[in-house]
Antibody
Framework: QVQLQESGPGLVKPSETLSLTCTVS??????????WGWIRQPPGEGLEWIAS???????YYNPSLKSRVTMSVDTSNNQFSLKLTSMTAADTAVYYC??????????????WGQGTLVTVSS | YELTQPPSVSVSPGQTATITCSGD??????TSWYQQKPGQSPVLVIY???KRPSGIPERFSASNSGNTATLTISGTQAMDEADYFC?????????FGTGTRVSVL
């Protein structure tokens, strides 16, 4: 049974950098079948894609966030991470880590973490 | 690139709910659909326009052509009450629809 678990701070101050980690269990992050990624959802709003990455390094970023986002993979610990700089109140959201099916043209997301609420406030 | 969905759809139990996802030439790209119940993570219910993942009931079906992708829930049950989002991959970018709340009244 595949599980994805986000970890990181629930509260970040404005202008600071958010760092989140997703720990994958039940599957290898080096599997050739998947990408791994991050999605966020502001309270009461829709879904916003942040970034997706193949374990060997191909990375895709949301153009509207690209200047502030870095995604990386730690194969030794079967984890991947997100850094988002210059946080503002507009970045308050539930952040989900995800597994993406790489072999389909719509890159569907077949597993989601439980999500972690990140609030930006001083 | 934007995908527009109706904010809400109401359906009686046992009837058919139809949710549209409109975008310029959306039919040229494969589309997925997700169900999200309050306080839960989204669940994939349709991928590659019309395929159902294992465990998704047959009452969920979908199509995609021209400028509209459509999710259909036949014989809607109370447990289907949720938010639904369409999603596609446009070149190098994910695009999510605006979301539709399905109410089973």
């Amino acid at each position: 049974q595949v599980q994805l678990q986000e970890s990181g701070p629930g509260l970040v101050k404005p202008s600071e950098t958010l760092s989140l980690t997703c720990t994958v269990s039940g599957d290898s992050i080096t599997s050739r079948t998947y990408y791994w990624g991050w999605i966020r959802q502001p309270p009461g709003e829709g879904l916003e894609w942040i970034a997706s990455m193949y374990y060997s390094g191909n990375t895709y970023y949301n153009p509207s966030l690209k200047s502030r986002v870095t995604m990386s993979v730690d194969t030794s610990n079967n984890q991947f991470s997100l850094k988002l700089t210059s946080m503002t109140a507009a970045d308050t959201a539930v952040y989900y880590c995800t597994r993406v099916l790489r072999d389909y043209g719509d890159f569907p997301i077949d597993y989601w973490g439980q999500g972690t609420l990140v609030t930006v406030s001083s | 690139y934007e995908l527009t969905q109706p904010p809400s759809v109401s359906v009686s139990p046992g009837q058919t709910a139809t949710i549209t996802c409109s975008g310029d030439k959306v039919g040229r790209n494969y589309t997925s659909w997700y169900q999200q119940k309050p306080g839960q993570s989204p669940v994939l219910v349709i991928y590659q326009d019309a395929k159902r993942p294992s465990g998704i009931p047959e009452r969920f079906s979908a199509s995609n052509s021209g400028n509209t992708a459509t999710l259909t829930i036949s014989g809607t049950q109370a447990m289907d009450e949720a938010d639904y989002f369409c999603q596609t991959w446009d070149s190098t970018t994910y695009v999510f629809g605006t979301g539709t709340r399905v109410s089973v009244l």
